[in-house]
């Protein structure tokens, strides 16, 4: 067997192992859950909550019931994807109506902004699973552990919780098993609440969120797949996958993104070629403990 050959076999090996406990994780989750008798996911339709929402109703049925929040800074097209996903695979779906921007400490966007969102979301989701006798679950994996999220400090006193965390399944594993699944979600690009685009200390508004959203569709109706529109005020920075980068530098393209931004009111479009990366405007703050 020459070198080559040899070190196919040896990537064989690797990925049927891989795949062994990834199989082997998925079952634990069931047990998991099966332990809890009925859940309430916290549901947005991403690749991690739309996998745990369907092995929730394969395991508990309609003792599973995925609730999605319909919420100021959450993107239309991820609330359709979710009532899809949910159509398809037979989910006990549930849309609430939050109000995060209804929040002085929410609006005003500080450093730990996702807490008040996930405060108002679990005050939600806790009275609807108090009064179905259910334990609130939520999306977090094992990779999410190390990222700076003070939305765990919410889950914590609410007693959410993570059940793929528990059973140490990564954001890899959770893709192949959602492939393995049919779920359309397995390669969408991740996900974040469009507030996010916005630098903190800077208000949040409804209007800001609206330019924001019509602004990442305009690009992704441009063919850009994975784009962040950060908002400083008059200036549009972009951030686009670094394998979409050269597209962005042609000029016939890049003419039609600065087109189609200017025309939602921002006067400069820049890009920024350190490409997408998540949690860019955390990088302006001083170090944090884990949460």
């Known amino acids: 067997m020459n070198a080559q050959m040899a070190g196919a076999a040896q990537d ?21 859950l099966a332990s809890l008798e009925s859940v309430i996911v916290a549901y947005s339709g991403g690749v991690d909550s739309a996998y745990l929402a369907c092995i929730a109703h394969r395991t508990l049925g309609d003792r599973s019931v995925a609730v999605t929040a319909d919420s100021a800074s959450y993107p239309e097209r991820h609330r359709q994807l979710a009532i899809r996903i949910a159509r398809d695979f037979g989910l006990h779906h549930e849309i609430i109506r939050t109000r995060e921007l209804d929040r002085p400490e929410y609006r005003a966007n500080p450093s730990n902004r996702c807490y008040y969102c996930k405060h108002e979301l679990y005050t939600h989701l806790s009275r609807i699973a108090a009064a179905r006798g259910a334990v609130v679950v939520d999306g977090n994996n094992a990779d999410d552990r190390g990222d700076y999220r003070p939305g765990r400090q919410a889950a914590r006193e609410f007693g959410v919780r993570s ?14 098993l959602s492939r393995r ?47 962040r ?33 200017k025309a939602l009111g921002y006067r400069y479009v820049t890009l920024d070629l350190q490409g997408y990366r998540t949690g860019s405007l955390n990088e302006g703050l001083p170090l944090h403990p884990v949460s």
């Open 12 to 32: 064989d090996a690797a990925k049927e192992a891989a795949a062994k406990e990834a199989t082997a994780k998925e079952a634990t989750l069931c047990r998991t």
């Open 163 to 176: 059940p793929l965390d528990e059973v140490n399944l990564t954001k890899t594993e959770i893709r192949e």
């Open 229 to 261: 529109v950060r908002h400083h005020d008059e200036v549009a920075r972009l951030e686009i996958a670094r394998e979409e980068m050269a597209r962005a530098l042609d000029p016939e393209i890049g003419a039609a993104m600065v087109r189609a931004l």
């Open 181 to 227: 699944a049919g779920l359309p979600t397995w390669d969408e690009p991740a996900s974040a609440c469009l507030s996010s685009r916005i630098p903190y200390h800077h208000e949040v508004t409804d209007e800001k969120l609206r330019t924001i959203e019509r602004a990442e569709e305009a690009l992704r109706g441009l063919g850009f797949r994975v784009v």
